[in-house]
C-alpha cells in the first residue's frame, strides 16, 4: 500500500506536534526560579520560552522519526500479521 503525499503530510503533522509537546519543557525557567516575577502575571509563566531553538529541534527529530517509521513501513515491519503476532492474538 503506498501513501499519497497528502497522507505523508498528516502523518508528519501529527508527529510534528507530538515532539513539540515532548519538547516543550526542555530548558524552561519560571519567573520563580529567575527571581524577575512581572507583577500581574503568573509565577510559573517562563522567563524565556525559547520558542524558535525548540520548533526547530522538534522539526528536526520528526523529521528522523518520520523517516525511521516510513521505512520501517516499507520494510514490511509494521504489517498487520507481525503486529497481531507481537501482542498475542489469534488471526
Avoid: H
Amino acid at each position: 500500500m503506498i501513501y499519497s503525499i497528502a497522507s505523508a503530510f498528516a502523518i508528519y503533522f501529527v508527529v510534528w506536534w507530538l515532539v513539540l509537546f515532548v519538547t516543550l519543557p526542555f530548558g524552561v525557567r519560571s519567573q520563580a526560579e529567575e527571581g524577575v516575577a512581572v507583577p500581574g502575571s503568573d509565577p510559573g509563566a517562563p522567563t524565556a520560552p525559547l520558542m524558535l531553538k525548540k520548533l526547530i529541534w522538534t522539526t528536526i527529530v520528526s523529521a528522523i522519526l518520520f523517516a525511521v517509521c516510513m521505512y520501517g513501513f516499507y520494510a514490511g515491519w509494521f504489517n498487520l500479521n507481525r503486529m497481531v503476532r507481537l501482542m498475542g492474538l489469534p488471526f
